[in-house]
């Protein structure tokens, strides 16, 4: 491949986008492909904050959020994210700064700002997913879990973030029904990034 491909599943909790993203990956690979994982809130020290202020209500302010939010992202671009771009990989990234946009942008701060604070330096994606629920639906999918995440699972607030996500229009945006058969889903996840990747070879 001359260059990477950076390729973003997006949507609210309980949509499947970590067994999506983990399927694409080893199925790009069986086929000679080589594809990267990795996800947002990364495992780093921001990440880790992240996490952890997630279970205390009321914790953080939305700019905090947000700042945090950048800081991880920072370090996950230069990282991971650009050096595997630049070794002509794909990348499968399990949320970016879209998630960012449309959770903070449900808490009230400005979607466009937040947009334009991130692709400063975000490398912005060739192909976004966004698998698509009813809030209900994805909270209900998610009950077993263990635990809610105070910050980002309540209902209200999750319609309010779906709305966002749908609102995300153009030609490397893909709206898709995340209650379908969870093969049919990744057969047409697969069958539209390889086409991406086809003229690459």
Known sequence: MKK???IVLEGIDGTGKSTQAASLVRRLRRRGFPAVASREPTRGRHGR???????????????EE???FLLDRREHVERTIRPALSEGKIV???????????????????????????ERFAPRPDLVFILD?????????IEGRGRRDLLFERAGYLKRVRRIFLSFKGPRMVHLD??????DLGDEILSRVLK??????
Do not use: C, H, M, V
């Open 133 to 141: 629920l009813p809030a209900e639906r994805g909270l209900g999918r």
């Open 66 to 68: 947000l700042d945090l």
């Open 49 to 63: 904050e992240i996490r952890r202020k997630a279970r205390q209500a009321g914790s953080l302010t939305p700019r």
């Open 178 to 183: 995340a209650g379908r058969k969870r093969r």
């Open 196 to 201: 991406k990747a086809g003229p690459l070879l």
């Open 4 to 6: 990477g491909l950076l």
């Open 92 to 118: 499968i990234l399990d949320r970016y700064y879209l998630s960012t946009i449309a959770y903070q942008g449900a808490k009230g701060l400005d979607p466009e700002a937040i947009r334009k604070a991130n």
